[in-house]
């Protein structure tokens, strides 16, 4: 990928239009709506709170990020999105339970102009729905051609410059790749046939990809990981990137484990279990979007330990996963981990963590550091997989040729030095030499 050579300023108006109106999506648009009209902090956005340093630790500049690279600003987002569920923002905000009453009557009016338009859905794909706000067509290549005239449409009537879409919609059933996702032309024909292996997300992303909408991943679904929409993604000029939204679990175990690799500490085995009893969890249910929610939470552990390199230390690692649905438990998922380490001469230790975290209020500010990031990269001519967006991703995507890289503090670095490339500024290696010559 060549350096941009300028980032074109954010003009006008951003839509960010999500497929998936719950828990995240409407906390994610309240939690905005708040945040610009000062009613609140947009803690957990490192694109509205963090810095960054620049030149030589001795120079003192360390700037906001969102005042140095040119990100649409916060009061110039407009949204919007589909479900299958009628519901406007406000009522669905209320059905998710995250926000209290309080934040929600201060955001009531705002959030109720926001109604979600038809869904493109199966009930294959997510079993445990029963929407009745759903499109219909004969073919899947028809309800794509219905969720292009939605994307236009929307555009139209809020007179928008540019777009993103970021997939806060259920987690769908397990998928692996076929032949008919290897190539725009066989994918296209398998929508017109409706082939089994073309989930609703699929649809989505490639109405974003053919309006040049940039389109993230929050969920484990495959979705846009595939060849076909990779390379009509650049094709197209268009960032595209996924998947799975890293929030709770994931998050502390690319925190914790990177430290444990560090201190050359052993692990023998890590139990994750989960309740949770928002709509997540019971879609979550169905051992169908299990299983692709379990794929995504497995991978980090391996990627990151390096058991080829490690053997004697993470060569044999019982790495379990369970998600329990738990109603009373609503959005307040608890996150419960037994970490089994060795240290010198083998001796074992254990490690408890507890986490009672809440999903969506974690999840709310990915989403709109996603859609602020994958707008700039598209202004800056950056097309296809955006691996330097890793940092919020449970099983991010890469060039074929990578392992993906899931270290927390490897990914920020890495985030970090692509906007000081991206606008011209010296890498920041750490080396550091020069002060003691
Ligand atoms: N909350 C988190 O911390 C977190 C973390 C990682 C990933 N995720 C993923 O993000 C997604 C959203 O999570 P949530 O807690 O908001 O779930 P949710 O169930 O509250 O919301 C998902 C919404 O998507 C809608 N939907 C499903 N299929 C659709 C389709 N084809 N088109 C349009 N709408 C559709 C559902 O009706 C539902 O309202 C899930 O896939 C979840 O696994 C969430």
Redesign the pocket.
């Known amino acids: 990928m060549r350096r941009p050579v300028s980032v074109a300023p954010p003009k006008g108006k951003l839509g960010v239009l999500t ?9 994610f648009m309240a939690g905005v709506e708040l945040v610009r009209r000062k009613q609140s902090v947009p803690v957990g956005s490192l694109t509205q709170m963090g810095t960054i340093r620049l030149g030589k630790r001795t120079d003192n500049r360390v700037p906001k990020i969102k005042d140095f690279v040119p990100l649409a600003d916060l009061d110039d987002l407009v949204f919007g ?5 009628p519901d406007d923002a406000y009522e ?1 905000a209320s059905k ?1 339970g995250v926000l209290d009453a309080k934040d929600l009557a201060k955001a009531q009016k705002f959030l109720k102009n926001i109604k ?1 338009m038809k ?4 009930q294959t ?2 079993k445990n ?1 029963h ?1 009745t706000n759903i499109k219909k067509a004969k073919t899947k290549f028809d309800l794509a051609e219905q969720l292009r005239d939605d994307i236009r449409d929307f555009k139209k009537k809020n007179k928008l410059d540019r777009l993103v879409m970021v ?6 059933v397990f998928l692996k790749p076929e032949d008919i996702h290897k190539d725009l032309p066989s994918f296209e024909k398998a929508m017109k046939a409706n082939h089994p292996a073309i989930a ?2 699929m ?2 992303a490639y109405a974003a990809i053919s309006e040049g909408v940039p389109f993230a991943n ?4 495959l979705t846009v990981d595939i060849p076909a929409l990779e390379n009509y993604a650049k094709e197209k000029h268009v960032p595209i990137g996924g998947k ?5 679990q ?1 998050l502390m175990k690319t925190i914790l484990a990177p430290g444990f690799k560090a201190r050359m500490l052993g692990l023998n085995g890590w139990f994750s279990m989960n309740i949770l009893g ?3 969890g ?3 249910e169905d051992p169908g979007s299990f299983k692709t ?1 379990e794929e995504s939470k497995l991978g980090a552990l391996e990627y990151i330990l390096q058991p080829n390199l490690y053997p004697e230390l993470y060569g044999k690692i019982h790495h379990k996963v369970r998600i329990n649905y738990y109603p009373p438990r609503g ?1 307040n ?1 608890e996150g419960w981990d037994n970490i089994d380490i060795f240290g010198w001469l083998g001796y074992p230790m254990q490690i408890k963590v507890d986490f009672l975290c809440r ?2 209020i ?2 709310a500010p ?1 989403v709109l550091d996603l859609a602020l990031f994958f707008d700039l990269a598209q202004r800056a001519g950056m097309r296809g997989i955006q691996e330097w967006l890793s940092f919020y991703f ?1 099983s991010p995507m890469c060039a074929k040729e990578l392992y993906p890289e899931h270290d927390l503090f490897i990914q920020l670095m890495k985030l970090k030095n692509t906007l000081r490339w991206m606008m011209g500024e010296e890498l920041i290696t750490h080396l550091g030499a020069e002060y003691y010559d």
């Open positions: 497929p998936g109106m719950g828990a995240v999506g409407t906390t999105g589909w479900d299958v569920y669905a998710a979600p869904a493109a859905f199966d794909y997510v729905l929407g997939w806060c919609g259920s987690t769908e609703p997300s649809l989505y929050g969920a484990p679904n799975d939204f890293k929030t709770g994931t928002n709509r997540d019971e879609v979550l929610k959005d998922k999903d969506s974690l999840a990915i449970k």
